[in-house]
T-cell receptor, first 112, second 115 residues
């Protein structure tokens, strides 16, 4: 089966930098996604990594190490609106299908 | 452009009843996936349909079924509802069979309450 682990909750200060880690165990790895989900809303796509390395998108960056089964999402210049749940999801290929498995999410609280 | 639309937004059903949830993907998207999200957890994969064929199935009982229509819209059906089926049901669409660089675009979901 697939196993994804990420911290349950993190807190940070407005303007700071925060790193949310995600570790996974999977076979047939086909990429890793990060999503942001505000309370009561649908998840929104942030990033996708399929090769090792860092992908940067504005204030958000995502890193992947396939050999270590490890990824992180880096949020810079934190804003209050960044308070949300951050979901790590691994896409894997199994039985002819691409199956995405989500972690439980990391609830990020940004305070002034 | 319209995003992924789901209907209804909220639904209350009684144990043992049947429910049908509907999803319209973004125009041009051929892949539709269904997820169940319980409060405090990440979405759990139920089904993926691509080009009107089932391409993936998660670990859900046979009471759950789905289909995709020629216009790529989709329905999720749940029979013999249980209290534990109460959750947010999310639909996501993608232009390709796999999310890859596009990611999956989620609808706002249907909040199902079983009483």
């Amino acid at each position: 089966g697939q196993n994804i682990d990420q911290p349950t909750e993190m807190t940070a200060t407005e303007g700071a930098i925060v790193q949310i880690n995600c570790t996974y165990q999977t076979s047939g790895f086909n990429g890793l996604f990060w999503y942001q989900q505000h309370a009561g809303e649908a998840p929104t796509f942030l990033s996708y990594n399929v090769l090792d390395g860092l992908e940067e998108k504005g204030r958000f960056s995502s890193f992947l190490s396939r050999s270590k089964g490890y990824s992180y999402l880096l949020l810079k210049e934190l804003q209050m609106k960044d308070s949300a749940s951050y979901l790590c999801a691994v896409d894997h290929f199994e039985g002819g299908s691409y199956i995405p498995t989500f972690g439980r999410g990391t609830s990020l609280i940004v305070h002034p | 452009d319209a995003g992924v639309t789901q209907s209804p937004t909220h639904l209350i059903k009684t144990r043992g009843q049947h429910v049908t949830l509907r999803c319209s993907p973004i125009s041009g998207h051929k892949s539709v996936s269904w997820y169940q999200q319980v409060l405090g957890q990440g979405p759990q994969f139920i089904f993926q349909y691509y080009e009107k064929e089932e391409r993936g199935r998660g670990n859900f009982p046979d009471r759950f079924s789905a289909r995709q229509f020629p216009n790529y819209s989709s329905e999720l059906n749940v029979n013999a509802l249980l209290l534990g089926d109460s959750a947010l049901y999310l639909c996501a669409s993608s232009p390709t069979r796999q999310g890859s660089g596009y990611g999956y675009t989620f609808g706002s979901g249907t909040r199902l309450t079983v009483v």
